[in-house]
Protein backbone atom coordinates (compact mmCIF):
# COMPACT_ATOMS: atom_id res chain seq x y z
CA UNK A 1 0.00 0.00 0.00
CA UNK A 2 0.82 3.44 -0.72
CA UNK A 3 -0.19 6.79 -0.55
CA UNK A 4 0.94 9.95 -2.31
CA UNK A 5 0.15 13.53 -1.33
CA UNK A 6 0.75 16.54 -3.44
CA UNK A 7 1.68 19.64 -2.03
CA UNK A 8 2.86 22.86 -3.45
CA UNK A 9 0.52 24.21 -6.65
CA UNK A 10 -1.59 27.55 -6.37
CA UNK A 11 -1.32 30.68 -8.26
CA UNK A 12 2.26 31.33 -10.24
CA UNK A 13 2.91 34.49 -12.79
CA UNK A 14 4.60 33.75 -15.74
CA UNK A 15 8.18 33.80 -15.41
CA UNK A 16 7.94 33.03 -11.63
CA UNK A 17 8.69 29.74 -9.96
CA UNK A 18 6.98 27.36 -7.62
CA UNK A 19 8.37 23.93 -6.09
CA UNK A 20 6.01 20.98 -5.69
CA UNK A 21 5.97 18.08 -3.12
CA UNK A 22 4.87 14.81 -2.93
CA UNK A 23 5.12 12.93 0.29
CA UNK A 24 5.00 9.00 0.36
CA UNK A 25 3.56 7.09 3.21
CA UNK A 26 2.63 3.59 3.67
CA UNK A 27 4.35 0.07 3.03
CA UNK A 28 6.33 1.29 -0.17
CA UNK A 29 8.28 3.48 1.99
CA UNK A 30 10.69 0.28 3.26
CA UNK A 31 11.90 0.39 -0.07
CA UNK A 32 11.61 4.84 -0.97
CA UNK A 33 14.81 4.16 -2.29
CA UNK A 34 14.55 1.88 -4.59
CA UNK A 35 11.19 3.83 -6.37
CA UNK A 36 11.13 5.07 -9.87
CA UNK A 37 8.94 8.50 -9.29
CA UNK A 38 7.28 11.05 -11.57
CA UNK A 39 5.63 13.71 -11.95
CA UNK A 40 2.94 13.94 -14.50
CA UNK A 41 0.57 16.70 -15.88
CA UNK A 42 -3.14 16.92 -17.06
CA UNK A 43 -5.06 19.61 -18.62
CA UNK A 44 -8.78 19.29 -19.56
CA UNK A 45 -9.42 17.41 -22.81
CA UNK A 46 -6.04 16.07 -22.86
CA UNK A 47 -4.09 12.74 -21.42
CA UNK A 48 -1.75 13.11 -18.40
CA UNK A 49 1.52 13.60 -19.85
CA UNK A 50 4.86 12.54 -18.10
CA UNK A 51 6.93 15.88 -16.86
CA UNK A 52 9.70 13.97 -15.22
CA UNK A 53 10.93 11.40 -13.64
CA UNK A 54 13.52 10.55 -11.22
CA UNK A 55 14.90 6.68 -10.46
CA UNK A 56 16.03 4.43 -8.26
CA UNK A 57 19.55 5.34 -9.31
CA UNK A 58 19.32 8.75 -9.41
CA UNK A 59 19.26 8.94 -12.82
CA UNK A 60 16.44 12.18 -14.45
CA UNK A 61 14.40 12.85 -17.92
CA UNK A 62 12.27 15.53 -18.59
CA UNK A 63 9.91 16.61 -21.43
CA UNK A 64 11.02 18.33 -23.83
CA UNK A 65 8.64 21.12 -22.66
CA UNK A 66 9.99 21.56 -19.14
CA UNK A 67 13.63 20.50 -19.85
CA UNK A 68 15.88 22.85 -18.52
CA UNK A 69 13.34 24.66 -16.83
CA UNK A 70 11.89 22.07 -14.09
CA UNK A 71 13.74 19.53 -12.04
CA UNK A 72 13.15 16.83 -10.01
CA UNK A 73 14.70 15.38 -7.04
CA UNK A 74 14.53 12.96 -4.07
CA UNK A 75 15.08 13.03 -0.55
CA UNK A 76 15.38 9.54 0.66
CA UNK A 77 14.96 10.44 4.04
CA UNK A 78 11.75 12.54 3.99
CA UNK A 79 9.97 9.72 1.74
CA UNK A 80 9.79 12.91 -0.67
CA UNK A 81 9.96 14.07 -4.04
CA UNK A 82 10.38 17.62 -5.66
CA UNK A 83 9.62 19.50 -8.51
CA UNK A 84 11.01 23.16 -8.94
CA UNK A 85 9.53 25.00 -11.70
CA UNK A 86 11.24 27.96 -12.61
CA UNK A 87 10.10 30.35 -15.65
CA UNK A 88 6.78 28.88 -15.72
CA UNK A 89 4.62 29.62 -18.90
CA UNK A 90 1.40 30.00 -19.14
CA UNK A 91 1.29 26.37 -20.81
CA UNK A 92 2.40 24.62 -17.63
CA UNK A 93 -1.15 25.33 -16.49
CA UNK A 94 -2.02 21.66 -15.26
CA UNK A 95 -2.88 19.65 -12.45
CA UNK A 96 0.36 17.76 -11.54
CA UNK A 97 0.54 14.17 -10.12
CA UNK A 98 2.96 12.34 -8.36
CA UNK A 99 3.61 8.70 -9.55
CA UNK A 100 4.91 5.48 -7.96
CA UNK A 101 5.91 3.96 -11.53
CA UNK A 102 6.65 0.34 -10.07
CA UNK A 103 3.50 0.50 -7.64
CA UNK A 104 1.68 2.51 -9.95
CA UNK A 105 0.26 4.57 -7.60
CA UNK A 106 -1.23 8.02 -8.12
CA UNK A 107 -1.34 11.20 -5.57
CA UNK A 108 -4.87 13.07 -5.77
CA UNK A 109 -2.88 15.99 -7.80
CA UNK A 110 -2.16 19.73 -7.29
CA UNK A 111 -3.18 22.66 -9.46
CA UNK A 112 -0.71 24.93 -10.75
CA UNK A 113 -1.92 28.10 -12.07
CA UNK A 114 -0.01 30.31 -14.75
CA UNK A 115 -1.96 33.22 -15.77
CA UNK A 116 -1.21 34.28 -19.56
Known amino acids: QAGLVESGGGLVQAGGSRRLACKVS???????????LAWYRQTPGKQRELVAI???????SYADSVNGRFTISKDNARKATYLQMNSLKPEDRAVYYC???????WGQGTQVTVPS
Open 99 to 105: HDEQGGY
Open 26 to 36: GTITSVFWGLD
Open 54 to 60: IRSDGTT
